[in-house]
Nanobody
Framework: QMQLVESGGGLVQAGVSLRLSCVASGRTLSAYTMGWFRRAPGMGREFVATISRTGGSTFYADSVKGRFTISRDNAKNTAFLEMNSLKPEDTAVYYC????????????????WGQGTQVTVSS
């Protein structure tokens, strides 16, 4: 079984930056495509970003493209989401996830999920 633990969320002002981390255990991270999703209050789970096993390919939701950057450090078994120019509409619980498939925007393709970390952006 693979375990994923997110960290780095918090309450921040609009316009600032924040970096989320996702540490994996139980499996080697390099075997998995990684993704980030988010769930705002009253909304479904929304795709944010995904990165291939070696980091060579990335895809982003239009709402975050140009502001967020997904990355990974396989030696540290960790994935990251750098969030810049944060907006109040970015407020959500952010989840990291892992899949043995290639980069995917579909949440049901992902096998393992973290418990989430809260990001709240105040204007």
């Amino acid at each position: 079984q693979m375990q994923l633990v997110e960290s780095g969320g918090g309450l921040v002002q609009a316009g600032v930056s924040l970096r989320l981390s996702c540490v994996a255990s139980g499996r080697t991270l390099s075997a998995y495509t990684m993704g980030w999703f988010r769930r705002a209050p009253g909304m479904g789970r929304e795709f944010v970003a995904t990165i291939s096993r070696t980091g060579g390919s990335t895809f982003y939701a239009d709402s975050v493209k140009g502001r967020f950057t997904i990355s990974r450090d396989n030696a540290k078994n960790t994935a990251f989401l750098e969030m810049n120019s944060l907006k109040p509409e970015d407020t959500a619980v952010y989840y990291c996830a892992a899949t043995l498939r290639g980069t995917s925007l579909q949440y049901n393709d992902y096998i393992y999920w973290g418990q989430g970390t809260q990001v709240t952006v105040s204007s």
